[in-house]
């Protein structure tokens, strides 16, 4: 049994009644032995659709009109730069070597937590270089150290400290390396890297 219905394209489509379950099928519409059925969408499907839509109205009103809604990135950015003057400065320091006992027990305290691991406990070098000669990859100085401890060397595996140390404990591993290591003997000394600094 086939009836015709009129499309707003004025054709005329064609329609097949399934004699088992009274349902339209469209014809020819038939792939690989799947006839497609001319169902209406179920009620739920239309109704959740009509409420996406009267939702997406709301919130655009609600974000481009009244921009009442912590979603502007704008917003986002002023409440962080907002909470950022409120937190206190961070400690003020000078970039000098530090000599005192309790600074180079520190110093001491870090070396042997995170830098033994590649320099050896006695500075020696293992993975690292020797930390005891005159011999520098990246310079000798406060703020050459601080610079490598900071940012570390990731193409020579040294990652950056500047996350887990402290200014002042990278200050004060700085100072134990040439206060107490720099001219030291370690047992089993690396051969020298870098430029001879006299």
């Known amino acids: 049994m086939t009836t015709e219905d009129n499309t707003p394209n004025n054709k005329k ?19 690989d032995g799947i006839r497609e059925l001319d169902n209406d969408l179920p009620p739920w499907w239309k109704w959740l659709f009509i409420l996406c839509i009267v939702f ?12 009442s809604d912590d979603l502007i990135q704008k917003k986002e950015f002023d409440n962080e730069m907002a909470n950022v003057k409120t937190v206190k400065p961070t400690e003020t320091f000078e970039m000098v070597l530090l000599t ?9 305290e870090t070396w042997l937590k995170i830098c033994a691991v590649c320099h050896l406990a006695d500075g020696g070098g293992l993975v690292g270089p020797n930390m005891t000669d005159n011999y520098w990859i990246h310079g000798n100085t406060v703020e050459n150290m ?8 990731i193409e020579k595996g040294m990652i950056p400290y500047k996350d887990q140390l402290s200014p002042k404990q990278r200050i004060e591993v700085i100072s134990y390396i040439q206060e107490v290591l720099v001219g030291s003997t370690p047992a089993v000394p690396k051969e020298p890297q870098g430029e001879l600094v006299e």
């Open 13 to 31: 489509e064609e329609y097949e009644i399934d004699t088992l379950t009274n349902k339209r099928l469209l014809s020819n519409h038939e792939y």
């Open 100 to 108: 005192d006992n309790v600074s180079l027990e520190a110093g001491k």
């Open 56 to 67: 997406a109205i709301f919130y655009m009103v609600r974000l481009w009109v009244f921009r």
């Open 146 to 153: 601080f610079a490598t401890i900071t940012n570390g060397v």
